[in-house]
């Protein structure tokens, strides 16, 4: 029956059925019911659309599937699990795939990061590290720590947490008052621009945090929570040192360091985190997104033994939550039968080894389109790149959405975001695809008025 339903839906031409009930998220929900991409199944590096057309997943999803899509392993692992456990409560029981995957997790992330909260996305992981953090100086008798300090052009999700301590503008502007948050500024600076992966210039904006420490006194400040690499905020690469810096300033002030690896996570730089390229290590880690390959929502916080022994070493009696946190799903059984079945395909297939070959390839790609009309930079790290586009005088965002829609067009889907094109491919995809990928790219920014 189920099936049925499906062929009829993906058989039936748009223009037949009735979209306007539907309500999408991030989008320009006007202009894009005047003329919808849809979407009906994947294959690979490939969507498939409407009219049959093969469509370049440019973005692995939303930063999501790189492993490839329609992967049969975690499609008969999940089928598996909705017959034999579909869902266990969450709270004060387990089951026996969240333990697997939780010292999955514990194994993959590096030493130091021991203990694993389950959240169903990448903004309720950071959510959930938030509250984390303020929660720790709470049980350390320290409740004035609360303040949280992020970076302009970090993105952290679409809830209060995140967008508090994120700083992209129109996704922070309608909400009215916020989490109290300070940002250190971000590193696109005139002397990087075009820079080949890690930038040279900036370590000195690392200084900022020490001047916002002076300012409101490291004993109200509770974390300082940054990408490793700036994702959504269109690939902003930090300089050498400039992590480390943090964590030393971190250090120094018992302040709490978490890394949001919601996109930096599982591979993307070539190396498993964005820790481990950097050589910083955080108090807490934030996942989502690859975790399963984007199959089923899910989302990880991983915390130090320090953070979680904060919590357990407690004078409460022992039948007492000792976080009051969690969500209906966490840990939900069929998202971990994905999450493991993922894992899998990413350990057995070396895929972090994929993209570690893969991205001076993609390098040499990106950056070939320097000197396309309208490029005024172009950002790279491992299988992640952006191109920002020049404005058409205030409005930052109407020539990477003619690009990116005139890119789907001819078979590519990337992602336009602010001023930028956002690039970031399967990292089972072939160098002939990319090819392919930045001919299109290449030849729509041309285009472009
Ligand atoms: C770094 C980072 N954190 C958090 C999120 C939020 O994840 P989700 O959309 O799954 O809530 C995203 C999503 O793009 C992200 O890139």
């Known amino acids: 029956m189920a099936i049925k339903q499906k062929q009829l839906l993906s058989e039936m031409p748009i223009a037949q059925t009735n979209i306007k009930p539907y309500w999408l998220p991030f989008s320009s929900n006007r202009k894009f019911k005047d003329n919808p991409r849809v979407i009906v199944s994947a ?3 490939y969507y498939l659309d409407a009219d049959g057309r093969k469509i370049f997943d440019g973005l692995s999803g939303l930063w999501c599937c790189a492993f490839g899509h329609n992967r049969p392993e975690i499609a ?3 089928n598996r699990q909705l017959l034999e456990l579909d869902y266990s409560p969450a709270f004060q029981f387990v089951h026996p795939l969240v333990i697997e995957l939780a010292n999955r997790i514990k194994d993959i992330t590096p030493a130091g990061l021991d203990h694993v909260f389950f959240t169903t996305s990448g903004s309720e992981s950071v959510e959930t590290a938030l509250k984390m953090a303020r929660a720790y100086w709470h049980h350390k008798g320290k409740p004035e720590k609360t303040r949280l300090i992020g970076r302009v052009r970090g993105y952290h999700g679409a809830n209060f947490g995140g967008i508090s301590v994120g700083r992209i ?4 502007l309608p909400y009215g008052e916020l989490i109290t948050a300070d940002h ?4 696109i600076l005139p002397e990087n621009a075009f820079s080949r992966g890690i930038p040279e210039h900036g370590i000195e904006l690392a200084d900022v945090l020490e001047e916002l420490i002076d300012q409101h006194g490291a004993s109200n400040i509770a974390a300082v929570v940054v990408e490793p690499f700036a994702g959504s905020g269109g690939v902003i690469v930090p300089p050498h040192g400039y992590l480390q810096q943090l964590r030393e300033s971190c250090n120094k ?6 890394f949001d690896e919601v996109i930096s996570g599982f591979g993307r730089t070539g190396s498993t985190f964005g820790a481990e390229h950097f050589g910083v290590f955080p108090d807490i880690m934030c996942l989502a997104k690859t975790l399963t390959n984007g199959t089923i929502p899910m989302g990880a916080v991983v915390a130090s033994a320090m953070i979680y022994e904060g919590f357990m070493d407690t004078d409460t009696p022992e039948h007492t939550v000792e976080f009051t946190h969690g969500y209906t799903y966490s840990g939900h059984p069929v998202a971990c039968a994905a999450g493991l079945a993922a894992m899998d395909i990413f ?9 570690h070959e893969l991205a001076p390839y993609f390098e040499e790609l990106i950056h070939g389109l320097r000197g396309t009309k309208h490029v005024t930079d172009i950002r790279n790290i491992g299988l992640a790149g952006a191109v920002q586009i ?11 959405f003619d690009i ?6 001819k078979g590519l889907y990337v992602r336009w975001a602010g001023d930028t094109l956002q690039i970031a491919p399967p990292y089972v995809c072939e160098k002939e695809q990319l090819d392919e990928a930045f001919n299109i790219l290449s030849d729509c920014i041309g285009e472009v008025a």
Do not use: M, Y
């Open 43 to 45: 294959e690979g590096c």
């Open 76 to 78: 008969e692992a999940v």
């Open 169 to 172: 503008e129109p996704n922070r």
């Open 184 to 187: 250190l500024p971000h590193n």
């Open 253 to 258: 002030h018992d302040i709490l360091l978490i």
């Open 347 to 355: 350990e057995q297939e070396k895929l972090t080894d994929r993209v």
């Open 390 to 400: 020049e404005p058409v005088s205030n409005d930052l965002v109407r020539r990477p």
């Open 404 to 409: 990116g829609v005139a890119c789907w067009e």
